[in-house]
């Protein structure tokens, strides 16, 4: 059944902030609006685990203390920013468990480095959302605390892993939402939500307190209404880290006004192969065909390429990472934090009853196939075979971006589907990530934007720019969005 | 590729897993499903491609080696299942036997 989408209250950081600036606003009043949001429909859709009602209340008066002594302008450029936090995600002293019995009650001992650069700008953290076991699964049903809904048609799943983020920002909960991406774990659910979700290039944001799936894969990233906010959120938690040795030192470029009000007229390509892929829902594949004729008519060069890997993305995909995810989940043994069984009786018996009990299906899968593709006598032609692939995307996707500043495509081949659907076959839903692992694969960035609806359903579009080339994405999805909404 | 028993059994070990009726059994199912779809793999000609082992140039990236980042002995307790206050404490390692083998 499908509900009408709640009209968000403020689509942007901007609108907040003139709000705020011209005492339209008060930072309470603020946290107390989404606080209310959420009283009214957390329980139907299942999107928060925690909310940090008190605490923002607490910070949202501070702030407004400030404001009326020191002005806005005094304030962080995050100031008037209501964020969640997806349940992987280390904010000190508070819970994070990553959807998973194996972390019930554990507690960071330190914040992510993402967390405390939103904070160290003046963003006020409501709460932790739902999401898929460990960032695994496309639909977030693969959670300790049960699934999330669509906002838009509550027996529809929200997509994944960050569906309680998506929805956050869908269902107007907060404005925005710090989410991770390992093959599409941003943009898709923000696809399926009607919102705008972003991943940075891989090394852009340090994931110092993250808590790690596939650690070559793995990018914090954003969900939001506007390509403005996601640039804003970018700008803030980007740069070196000492405590993440694959951060870049590259500087990100400073975002400037007058490059938001300006069109760039971009070089486009899209896969032949990808929109007419036989598992591209038809629908999909026509409202995209409009889209990219009316990029055309805007004056931006599209092309058409060859793209011959499609097929074999998911594949190098699924035993990279799950060579990645049964090593770093190794870590999880009911010994130093966590949750033990409280049966276990002898030290084996402490890491295979808790392992056994902690763990959700779609997780075991992945860490039993992790374990397979990387043991003696199968490592060459599953794992080796997959790095090779990945290289071999690498090479051409560079080759791409030397003739092109983006690549497009759907977000996903296929409709948010029935909470259940997907069940039957695990590969079924792996398939369904064919657009979105090409990035992780290949640390692109990339961005999911509302393209349209089909029968009331949200489909998104996918651009992807050449690594650390996210000014010119973002500014370009600005471009395309701001005239969408005109 | 099919899976036997005896594979399971060996990433049962390997993964501190221990998987019992149903479950064993659709996890068996799931994983020659698994298998299959990355089983695509192999029809590509790799033979001149090396292996990517680092995602970034940004590799070989040292810090000074000075202490910092360290958490007291009262925290890294903190989230502990059992502990004296001092150290983990984990279920006797060597048990006691009646008799000798």
Known sequence: MSTTAVRPRFRSLRQVRHALDTGQLTFEQLVQYYLHRIATDNKRLNVFIEVFADEALRRARQLDDRLQHEGLSALGPLAGM????????????????????????????????????VLDADAIIIGRVNCDEFAMGSSTEYSYYGPTHNALDPERVPGGSSGGSAVAVQADMCLASIGSDTGGSVRQPAAFCGVVGFKPSYGR????????YASSFDQIGTLTHSAIDAASLLSVMAGPDAYDATCSPQPLPTFSDEAWASVPQARIAWFAEALDHPGLDPRIAQLTRQYLEGLRQKGHQLEAVSFDLIDYVVPAYYVLTTAEASSNLSRYDGVRFGWRHPQARSPEEVYTMTRTAGFGAEVKRRIMLGAFVLSAGYYDAYYGRAQKVRHLIVQRMAALFERYDFIVMPTSPVLPWHLGQMNEDPTQMYLADIYTVLANLAGLPAISLPAGQVEGLPIGVQFMAAPFREKPLLEFAHSILDRENA | MHIDDKLISRLELLTRLRLRGSERERLRADLEKMLSMVDKL??????????????????????????CGQLSREEALRNAPDTDGIFF?????????SKST
């Open chain 2, 42 to 67: 192999s029809e590509l000609d790799l033979s001149e491609v090396m292996p990517l082992t680092h995602i970034t140039d940004v590799w070989n990236n040292w810090r000074a080696d000075e202490v």
């Open chain 1, 82 to 117: 209501v964020v969640s936090l997806k349940d992987v995600l280390c904010f000190k002293d508070h819970q994070v468990t990553a959807a998973s019995r194996i972390l019930d009650g554990f507690h960071s001992l330190f914040s992510a480095t993402a967390v405390s650069r």
């Open chain 1, 205 to 212: 944001i340090s994931r110092h307190g993250l808590l790690a």
């Open chain 2, 89 to 97: 404490r984990v279920p006797k390692v060597i048990q006691s036997k």
